[in-house]
């Protein structure tokens, strides 16, 4: 069988498979669709392969002018649905018979019996319009029973968070709307409670009609005439076009040449931002209201979210609001700064591609006077910690709780040594932390230490922030009283790589952050923060 595009077997039954957009693979979370054709038979597997192949490329198509749901949409969705509600009540109002349109019906059926036209007649048929007559009877009154009914369960449904009277509702703004929200998921389950809220209200309003009162206004402060401007309609970006795949080519082509960590940190950031617009959102419809509304997200965005447990599964828009009760500490303005300089960096880039006309993050950064900053340790609290239990002798060299107890101790690892180099030198505590042995070099009698990407790597890889970082930096001659050039020695004779084979890079690629981590709270021990 000579190849056919999309058709592939397992054992004797053929299948269809097709690869995932990029774009779209975090939102079907796989990267592969595959379907069963149910036969054995070549033939047959060609006849059943193209309508599947054609539906899966419908919905692509779907989910690109899909986009997440934000507070525009939830104000809306809202609004919308407590006037639709209302609408409705008003259509069924205008629909009922009065009570000359009752006596009407009244004469028509008795001038049917009186001629006789039931006679022979299904005795349903006679019941049936005997019920027509009761029911028109009796419209306003079954209408009014039929909402108070909803509202209590409405109301029901509400306190137990149930959704069931509302799910249809929901998923039809969605659908109308070309927002993509998974069912069941934290952002559905919130735009549903709203939902239910503003029926409830009207329901509420329908009933005080019933009485002739048609002036009631919403008493929930949720439903209301909505602040922000709806949304037009997404747009879909042409293949090679969307952010996904733009942000894709940018990782690629690392125009800037940064580190392997920093670039996959700016691409995490620009995820938050794709989270607000959809992946297949075109990159040149960014502009500034998109990174303007980011930011003000940003700006109320719980530090760590990802891992809170309480955040699992929301979106950013989500968090903020969930945030808004938990009052956890926010981004710093520097941290929000540092988000605007990752997707700024890739407009930039776009912009040179030819993708946008201009960087929408120009003048968008935080103003640096209202970053939080961190005073400089004075002389007396410099010298409180370079002779604290971590330099001078602790109770343990393994558990944080007990190196900042005075003991006898001496730990003269990274963790020694990394804080006094910086003191002596001015580096930066991941350009130590990832020193070869060779970047501790003698010449004419004088060492020196050499940061630099050149000579022997760490091995888990090897970086300085920028290219003006590689440098070469005399060693002080307190380091050598120390005892530096003596630990360099153990480490030659010992036939490390690594001046201090203990500093580790996480997960993420940044150089002893659990030394960080743990080094803030010692600090904290010993009365310093």
């Given amino acids: 069988m000579g190849h056919i595009s999309h058709l ?7 299948y269809a498979r097709i690869d995932v957009p990029e774009d779209l693979v975090t939102v079907l979370k796989t990267q592969t669709r595959k379907l069963s054709l149910k036969t054995k038979d070549l033939g047959q597997a060609k006849l059943r392969l193209w309508p599947v192949i054609a539906e899966w ?12 749901l934000v507070d525009a949409d939830r104000e809306h969705a809202v609004w919308d649905h407590h006037k639709a509600v209302l609408e409705r009540d008003e259509v069924e109002r205008s629909q009922m018979p009065g009570e000359a349109g009752i006596e009407a019906m009244r004469a028509d059926l008795l001038g049917r019996v009186e001629r006789g036209e039931f006679k022979g007649i299904d005795p349903l048929s006679i019941l049936e319009a005997t019920i027509e007559l009761q029911v028109a009877q009796r419209a306003g009154e079954l209408s009014t029973t039929a909402r108070t009914v909803k509202l209590t369960e409405m109301r029901k449904h509400l306190a137990k968070g149930e959704t069931a009277l509302i799910a249809h509702e929901v998923d039809e703004y969605l659908r109308v709307n070309r927002l993509f929200v998974e069912p069941s998921t934290p952002d559905w389950v919130s735009l549903a409670r709203r939902m239910m809220r503003a029926e409830i209200d009207a329901l509420e309003r329908t009933l005080e009609r019933d009485q002739g009162d048609f002036s009631g206004l919403p008493r929930d402060v949720l439903v209301k005439p909505p602040t922000l401007e709806r949304r037009a309609t997404a747009e879909i970006a042409v293949v090679g076009e969307s952010i996904a795949e733009a942000v894709k080519a940018f990782k690629k082509e690392n125009p800037r040449n940064v580190s392997k960590s920093r670039m996959n940190e700016s691409c995490r950031d620009i995820g938050i931002f794709i989270e607000t617009v959809g992946p297949g959102f075109p990159v040149a419809k960014i502009n500034k209201k998109h990174v303007r509304e980011w930011k003000a997200l940003l700006m109320k965005y719980p530090v760590r979210a990802t891992e809170v447990v309480a955040f699992r599964g929301m979106s950013i828009s989500q968090i903020v609001m969930a945030n808004d009760e938990l009052k956890r500490q926010v981004l710093s303005d520097r941290t929000v700064n540092r988000y605007l300089s990752s997707l700024s960096a890739f407009c930039s880039w776009a912009e040179v591609n030819g993708y946008i006309p201009a960087n929408p993050c120009t003048g968008m950064a935080l103003p640096k006077e209202r970053r939080a900053t961190t005073l400089p340790f004075t002389s007396e609290q410099m010298n409180i910690l370079f002779t604290s239990p971590l330099f001078a002798g602790a109770q343990s060299e393994t558990e944080w709780r007990l190196i900042s107890r005075p003991g006898d101790v001496l730990i003269r690892d990274h ?6 180099i ?43 922030k920028t290219q003006g970082s590689m440098r070469v930096i005399p060693i002080h001659p307190e380091l050598v009283r120390l005892g530096l050039l003596k630990y360099h020695a153990e480490r030659v004779e010992a036939g490390d790589k690594q001046l201090f084979p203990g500093a580790k890079r996480n997960e993420r690629g940044q150089m002893m952050a659990d030394f960080s981590r743990e080094f803030g709270k010692y600090l904290a021990r010993i009365g310093l923060k």
């Fill in 57 to 68: 490329q419908r919905e692509f198509d779907d989910l690109r002018t899909r986009r997440a």
């Fill in 8 to 14: 592939s077997k397992r054992g004797s039954v053929y």
């Fill in 422 to 464: 910086m003191l002596f030198s001015g580096a930066r505590p991941g350009e130590i932390g990832q020193f070869a042995v060779s970047d501790l070099r003698q010449q004419q009698g004088q060492w020196f230490m050499h940061i630099t990407i050149e000579g022997e790597t760490h091995s888990e890889g090897k970086s300085v």
């Fill in 415 to 420: 963790r020694f040594w990394v804080p006094l």
